[in-house]
């Protein structure tokens, strides 16, 4: 997290809004998962902050990566385009998973050439990777519970573990190769029993799968991993700690074991600089309108029910008031209780821990466009 010093002077010279990305954090927060997850690969989730800088220091640290589109999957090809054909092919085959359950035609008629590995969850999606993407090997996506997760994705992915062996079968019987299974229990998921249950249904359903002929070799047990927004988030630490003896207890160690980790990668590797360009008492309190919203680098307000916090570089009493964005829409509203001293028009405030599901849903609405972007430490 880069000093607040270092924060203005970044403001200077670049203006605001100004999403600094800080790389020394981002190679800090992989080499923390490799440490305390050492059997599990980390693909970092492209989407979580798909800016190519991002993913060319993972891809330096040694990341693989999980693609959901096929502009997320261009640009981790950018960092691969120069190798030899053969070295391009396995990197691709090892360290890509295109873990989007639904793929358009198009995308998988692209996708073929590449042979990735991908995810699916329905027999009308092996009918279509049979036909477009032949090549591709399979993990499928399982249903589990992503209780007190706060992005719930269960209601829209998954097979229910009841069916999972029969659309395993399905994609062998077309001549498709299923590799191993996958799941997701939720994202900023603190409730670390969450992963305890999806490894004994994933572990079941190993079990039943072998009985019936099907062995599988790979086990993905996608992100969810929180990032420390606050003091009440367990330390990854402890999450690693209950996975590492589940896995060692469920999973024989030739079975491959990767996770899909975006916002543990992201989140704590930007902070974003705003200027407050409005201010007025509204029924007694005081509303400060600042250059960058819920539009923009806050959309994970929104879509992401995440709650960031507005810091003052001032210092003085506080208060507490309310936070909008630049546009006229009044779903514009970053807070409506931050402790903040007297602020000016020109001062200056940031927020942390801003790098997942931010910049990544910015859009231009109203004429404002994306705040700019700076590295620093890459
Ligand atoms: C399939 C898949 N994998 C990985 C991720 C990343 O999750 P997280 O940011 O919680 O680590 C997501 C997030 O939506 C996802 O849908």
Not at 196 to 221: C, H, M, P, W
Not at 301 to 325: M, N, Q, T
Not at 359 to 375: D, E, I, R
């Amino acid at each position: 997290m880069p000093s607040q010093s270092e924060l203005l002077k970044l403001a200077k010279t670049h203006g605001t809004p100004l999403f600094v990305i800080d790389h020394k954090a981002l190679r800090q927060n992989i080499a923390a998962f490799k440490k305390y997850l050492p059997r599990v690969q980390p693909y970092y989730a492209v989407k979580a902050n798909s800016n190519p800088e991002i993913i060319q220091t993972l891809y330096k640290s040694g990341a693989s990566f999980d693609v959901a589109s096929m502009p997320e999957f261009l640009i981790v090809h950018e960092n691969i385009k120069d190798l030899t054909e053969k070295a391009r092919q396995d990197y691709i085959w090892d360290k890509i998973i295109y873990a989007n359950p639904i793929k358009a035609e198009e995308t998988l008629r692209e996708l073929d050439k590449y042979k990735p590995l991908m995810t699916y969850d329905n027999y009308e999606e092996i009918k279509k990777i049979k036909k477009f993407s032949p090549n591709a090997g399979l993990a499928l996506r399982l249903k589990v519970p992503n209780t007190g997760a706060m992005v719930e994705l269960s209601s829209k992915f998954g097979a229910a573990p009841g069916e999972a062996v029969d659309l395993i079968e399905a994609a062998h019987k077309t001549g498709l190769i299923v590799e191993g299974l996958s799941f997701h229990v939720g994202s900023q998921c603190t409730n670390f029993e969450n992963y305890v249950q999806a490894l004994n249904l994933a572990s079941n359903i190993f079990k039943e799968a072998k009985s019936r002929g099907y062995t599988l070799k790979l086990l993905d047990i996608g992100g969810g991993f929180p990032a420390p927004y606050d003091a009440n988030v367990e330390p990854f630490k402890h999450l690693a700690k209950k996975l590492n003896a589940e896995l060692k207890r469920l999973f024989p160690k030739e079975i491959e074991i990767l996770a899909e980790p975006g916002r543990f990668m992201v989140a704590t590797a930007a902070t974003l600089v705003a200027k407050v360009v409005g201010k007025a008492k509204r029924d007694g309190k005081i509303c400060y309108y600042i250059n960058d919203g819920v539009y923009h680098t806050f959309s994970g307000i929104i879509f992401d029910h995440c709650h960031y916090h507005i810091k003052a570089f001032k210092k003085g009493p506080r208060h507490i008031s309310a936070v909008f964005g630049p546009t006229c829409d009044a779903l514009d509203t970053i807070s409506l209780s931050e402790e903040l001293p007297d602020l000016k028009l020109g001062d200056l405030v940031y927020s942390e821990n801003i790098g997942a599901y931010s910049h990544a849903s910015s859009t231009y609405f109203n004429g404002f466009p994306p705040a700019k972007v700076v590295h620093i430490n890459q």
